[in-house]
């Protein structure tokens, strides 16, 4: 790994951390079902969807996925959350809302992935001027 691309790395880690940090600071839930984590991942898995999109039209360098995709939406979404909130809810015996969960950050996240790639390709291609 070259220096800028550790840079990029270092950089775009630490503003996905702050951003999920400011975001799952305070608990929110939607009845039992946690939300914080669920609008982290989609809104990381909307921008690495925006992104892959932004790379291929513009030709962009592999370093500039170190910053955004591995660095930026690696700190921002988190894996070990959603699965430690599923265990919450099964050690609570809350099994319809553990699969909601489930379904919902697994399902949305894709969701916004795919979105993202169309939204993009879209305004790119100028379907939206």
Avoid: H
């Avoid at 898995?45 to 690696?74: E, M, P, R, T």
């Avoid at 099964?90 to 909601?100: G, H, K, L, P, S």
């Amino acid at each position: 790994m070259k220096g800028i691309e550790l840079l990029l790395l270092a950089a775009g880690g630490l503003v996905g951390t702050f951003l999920r940090f400011k975001i799952t600071a305070s608990p929110l839930l939607w009845g039992s079902l946690p939300m914080n984590v669920l609008i982290v991942n989609i809104i990381g898995s909307f921008v690495i969807g925006v992104f892959v999109v932004v790379s291929q039209q513009w030709n962009l360098d592999a370093k500039y996925a170190f910053f955004v995709a591995i660095g930026f939406c690696g700190a921002l979404t988190t894996m070990s959350s959603f699965v430690l909130e599923a265990s919450n809810l099964f050690d609570n015996r809350q099994y319809a809302v553990m699969a909601i969960n489930v379904l919902v950050n697994v399902g949305l996240s894709l969701g916004a992935v795919m979105g993202g790639k169309v939204v993009t390709s879209a305004i790119m291609a100028g379907e939206f001027s």
